[in-house]
């Protein structure tokens, strides 16, 4: 199970840090990543990190403003968002796949957290 947080409102430039908590299975030998969307959309890849913690992927959209990182003892994923901007409002959702591959593809992913608002006033 996955359980995502730390969404809400932000004006546009700050940060925001999203977290991922999984239960029930060590993420340790997960791929995980964090995918978002708006409505009408279908979800659209943002980051990545593999089982090892050296390897991370970000949608180019996102890269050199945001940061995914991964905390195997608590079992935690973090996004960590700055300089946001308006086009960067969506429900951000985390996922893991089990393999030592990543992937860009949402149906590539096993798990699926709920969800988390994230939206960026200008």
């Known amino acids: 199970q996955l359980q995502a947080s730390g969404g809400g409102l932000v004006q546009a430039g700050g940060s925001l840090r999203l977290s991922c908590l999984a239960s029930?299975?060590?993420?340790?030998?997960?791929?995980m990543g964090w995918f978002r969307q708006t409505p009408g959309k279908g979800r659209e890849f943002v980051a990545a990190?593999?089982?090892?913690?050296?390897?991370?992927y970000y949608a180019d959209s996102v890269k050199g403003r945001f940061t995914i990182s991964r905390d195997n003892a608590k079992n935690t994923v973090y996004l960590q968002m700055n300089s946001l901007k308006p086009e960067d409002t969506a429900v951000y959702y985390c996922?893991?796949?089990?393999?030592?591959?990543?992937?860009?593809?949402?149906?590539?992913?096993?798990?699926w957290g709920q969800g988390t608002l994230v939206t960026v006033s200008s």
């Open positions: 990190i593999t089982w090892s913690v050296t390897n991370t």
């Open positions: 029930g299975r060590t993420i340790e030998t997960l791929v």
């Open positions: 996922a893991a796949r089990i393999s030592m591959e990543h992937s860009t593809i949402p149906n590539a992913y096993h798990y």
